[in-house]
């Protein structure tokens, strides 16, 4: 190799360490594909801390009812997605012994929010009324779920046009098979029971979940 030819390769070579070095995110992004193309890192998930972990105690099966006793009226289900990715909730309301599905959905971490998103359907004849909103941890370890319920066109009644009313659930652990629930609508003045006794509810773990 010539004199020459070695001082061009050298000055090729410096130059473009300089042009790295000045744009060093650059480089990195030629060398190594982002995160969300190549997938999620298994050794930086596991050392993450588990953002549905204060969530898992409502993971199960449970029976609701009046928590002064009495019949109970449904059946509230929280399932772990695949690795824990998500949960799955339903609720199916109790006509004797017989299940009558009520509502079902996902509830999803949201890494900018910090809370679950929800996203569930109340019709599971039609598809049209759904719930959505966030579930959250109060300071207490209370859980909320603050709930949006959007009704299509007529299902309020003939003519009636879509609408929008806010509810308002709370779920507090009280011991490995017990939650103190209830459930809420707000008037626009204050809080209410969405029906009567729904203030004052609770969950009892079912045998094997």
């Known amino acids: 190799m010539t004199r020459y030819a070695t001082l061009a390769l050298l000055a090729a070579a410096l130059t473009a360490g300089a042009a790295v070095a000045q744009h060093p995110g650059q480089g990195a992004a030629q060398a190594q594909p982002q995160g969300h193309l190549r997938g999620a890192n298994p050794a930086l998930a596991s050392a993450a801390k588990n953002p549905y972990g204060p969530y898992g105690f409502l993971v199960g099966d449970w029976t609701v009812g009046p928590e002064s006793g009495g019949e109970p009226m449904g059946v509230m289900r929280f399932k772990w997605g695949p690795n824990r990715s998500y949960i799955w909730i339903t609720m199916n309301l109790l006509q004797g012994d017989k299940e009558e599905p009520h509502f079902e959905g996902l509830l999803v971490w949201n890494g900018v929010k910090k809370k679950l998103d929800m996203l569930l359907t109340m019709d599971l004849q039609n598809g049209l009324v759904q719930e959505q909103g966030t579930l959250f941890v109060e300071k207490d370890g209370?859980?909320?779920?603050?709930?949006?319920?959007?009704?299509?066109?007529?299902?309020?009644?003939?003519?009636?046009?879509?609408?929008?009313?806010?509810?308002?659930?709370?779920?507090?652990?009280?011991?490995?098979?017990?939650?103190?629930?209830?459930?809420?609508r707000d008037t626009g003045k204050g809080w209410v029971a969405s029906f009567p006794g729904s203030d004052k509810l609770v969950m009892t773990r079912r045998s094997g979940t």
């Open 142 to 184: 209370t859980v909320v779920r603050e709930i949006t319920a959007i009704a299509s066109d007529g299902i309020q009644g003939p003519g009636k046009p879509a609408s929008s009313t806010h509810f308002r659930q709370t779920f507090k652990e009280v011991g490995p098979d017990r939650v103190l629930t209830n459930a809420m």
